[in-house]
């Protein structure tokens, strides 16, 4: 059990991060959930913003600090 909680330590050590694939985003310790459309979802994320520009964005699994988000990703806006 220990060595598992190391990997996961390990693999989930830092403060955010962020997952770009073809289909989906996923976010790992967003703050707080700002806009919300399927064109657009912003997220606060540590000190800046993540705007997410799309067609069809819809969010599949959101948590506390984790958010899946589908849907065809045109473009990624960071604003501090």
Same mark, same amino acid.
């Not at 220990?2 to 770009?20: G, Q, T």
């Given at each position: 059990?220990?060595?598992?909680?190391?990997?996961?330590?390990?693999?989930?050590?830092?403060?955010?991060?962020?997952?770009?694939?073809?289909?989906?985003?996923?976010?790992?310790?967003? *703050?707080?959930?700002? +806009?919300?459309? =399927?064109? $657009?979802?912003?997220?606060?994320? #540590?000190?800046?913003? !993540?705007? /997410?520009?799309?067609?069809? *964005?819809?969010?599949? +699994?959101?948590? =506390?600090? $984790?958010?899946?988000?589908?849907? #065809?990703?045109?473009? !990624?806006? /960071?604003?501090?």
């Amino acid at each position: 059990m220990l060595m598992i909680n190391n990997i996961k330590n390990y693999l989930y050590d830092k403060k955010y991060f962020i997952n770009l694939f073809d289909n989906y985003i996923h976010v790992f310790n967003y *703050l707080k959930l700002l +806009k919300f459309s =399927n064109e $657009e979802i912003n997220l606060q994320v #540590e000190n800046f913003t !993540l705007k /997410i520009k799309g067609q069809g *964005l819809f969010i599949t +699994k959101m948590t =506390n600090n $984790e958010l899946l988000i589908k849907g #065809e990703v045109l473009g !990624l806006e /960071i604003d501090k």
